[in-house]
C-alpha cells in the first residue's frame, strides 16, 4: 500500500476546532507517549474537510488569503 501525498496547505476541521494533537501537545505534553506531528496526523482527510478545497476540489488558498500568503 502506497503512502498518502498530503498536502502542506491542508487545514482541516481538527487544526481548528481545539482538538489538533499538536496544539494540545503544546499544553498538555504529559497526556502524550510522543511528540505528535502533521505528517503523521491520523486526522487528516485530505481536501474532504480541508478549509482551501473549493467544490470542484481545485485548492483556493491564494483566493483566501490573497497577498497575505508569504
Not at 494540545?24 to 474537510?49: H, I, R
Request: some cysteine; charged content about 25%; hydrophobic content about 25%.
Amino acid at each position: 500500500m502506497g503512502e498518502i501525498t498530503r498536502c502542506t496547505n491542508y487545514v482541516g476541521v481538527t487544526c481548528i476546532d481545539g482538538n489538533c494533537p499538536v496544539a494540545l501537545y503544546a499544553d498538555f505534553p504529559e497526556y502524550f507517549d510522543s511528540v505528535p506531528n502533521c505528517k503523521e496526523c491520523a486526522f487528516y482527510k485530505g481536501c474532504t474537510d480541508c478549509r482551501f478545497a473549493s467544490d470542484d476540489g481545485n485548492c483556493r488558498i491564494d483566493e483566501i488569503l490573497g497577498g497575505s500568503r508569504g
